[in-house]
């Protein structure tokens, strides 16, 4: 809980650290116009991945497998795209690396080799049972 609510004042507060640097550099209009750029441009970028995403997932579905990867990586664009709509530059910045494909293989890669494995059964045996008859000994 205490780590939710430390994003939740901490990353605020670091975009506007971080608009208010950047906009004395540039300049207050340069900054909005940027923020307004940079969010343009990275939900036309996550849209084209999308479509790609959704294209791979439907030839592997043409292929009878299950788009696996596919799935996950959209899920990936739509939190990118999120973070591209919300004002500022440090979610922007994660918003475009999850747009890039190499650095979204990474990330999922990373997310998922945290996350607990599936343990199989192995306990299980499968057979079958069959009846014989003894014939009488004479």
Do not use: C, W
Request: no cysteine; proline share 4%.
């Amino acid at each position: 809980m205490n780590a939710v609510i430390l994003f939740i004042i901490g990353i605020p507060a670091i975009e506007i650290y971080l608009m208010i640097k950047v906009g004395g550099v540039i300049g207050a209009l340069n900054t909005i116009f940027l923020i307004f750029f940079t969010a343009i441009t990275g939900i036309y970028f996550a849209k084209l991945e999308g479509l790609n995403a959704i294209r791979s997932g439907l030839n592997q579905l043409v292929k009878n497998e299950i788009p696996i990867y596919e799935i996950i990586s959209g899920a990936t664009l739509a939190f990118a795209a999120l973070l591209l709509i919300i004002p500022g530059f440090l979610t922007d910045f994660f918003g475009f690396l999850l747009i890039i494909p190499i650095t979204r293989k990474f990330f999922i890669r990373f997310i998922s080799s945290n996350l607990p494995k599936k343990k199989n059964n192995n306990d299980i045996i499968e057979g079958s049972i069959e009846e014989h008859k003894q014939e009488d000994e004479k």
